[in-house]
């Protein structure tokens, strides 16, 4: 099955700090999104982005499919937006969503 | 649009009891995923539906669970009979033509 692997595994940031989390995936997809798990574990979606570049407010995403990896920007952190991102795809003729190990992002006031 | 619904929110067993978990996708949409997240890991899929037919279940510990979805709408995720590797949060999902999936909150299973 497709591998996926997520850095950093773990980022500490001052708020309105930005920065850019990473998905790689080991073939080719038809599906990759980007979620937050929040603090009482509920996987909140933020993208679905098998191919291009979309933004929703302080947050953007890029996946470059012929290269196999994908990007997660957040801007001007905020405290709320501390807790684990996952970058989850699917591909191969499986729909079901493989997901990465996640990055732990905490914004420290 | 309501949100996909799961009960119960939590439950606590003693190994070897028998434990059924629900959920109740968006309204429309045909496909519904049950994934397993063990703590500090990533969701990890144990089956998929296409409307009440299974499309993939080959991560299903199928000695000990076992899910339906009978009319095409809600589903019932069952283990039986419990392990303590069990405990875990399930997670449902659904989907509208197979493309973006959400998910509901979650059943927090502690398994004693």
């Known amino acids: 099955g497709i591998q996926v692997e997520q850095s950093p595994p773990d980022l500490i940031l001052q708020e309105g700090a930005n920065s850019t989390l990473r998905c790689n995936f080991s073939?080719?997809?038809?599906?990759l999104q980007w979620f937050h798990q929040n603090p009482w574990g509920q996987l909140i979606n933020l993208f679905y982005?098998?191919?291009g570049t979309k933004q929703n407010g302080r947050l953007s995403a890029t996946t470059v499919a012929t290269e196999r990896y994908s990007l997660l920007y957040i801007s001007s952190s905020q405290t709320t937006d501390s807790g684990v991102y996952f970058c989850?795809?699917?591909?191969?003729?499986?729909?079901?969503?493989?997901f990465g190990k996640g990055t732990h992002l905490i914004i420290q006031p | 649009e309501a949100g996909v619904a799961q009960s119960p929110r939590y439950k606590i067993i003693e190994k070897r009891q028998s434990v059924a978990f629900w959920c109740n996708p968006i309204s429309g949409h045909a496909t519904l995923y049950w994934y397993q997240q063990i703590l500090g890991q990533g969701p990890k899929l144990l089956i998929q539906?296409?409307?009440?037919?299974?499309?993939?279940d080959s991560q299903l510990p199928k000695d000990r669970f076992s899910a339906e979805r009978l009319k095409g709408v809600d589903s019932t995720l069952k283990i039986q009979p419990a392990k303590l590797e069990d405990s875990a949060v399930y997670l449902c999902a659904s989907s509208f033509s197979l493309m973006q999936q959400f998910f509901g909150p979650g059943t927090r299973l502690t398994v004693l």
């Open positions: 989850a795809v699917s591909g191969g003729g499986a729909d079901g969503l493989t």
């Open positions: 982005i098998p191919s």
């Open positions: 073939d080719s997809v038809n599906n």
């Open positions: 539906f296409q409307n009440n037919g299974v499309v993939d």
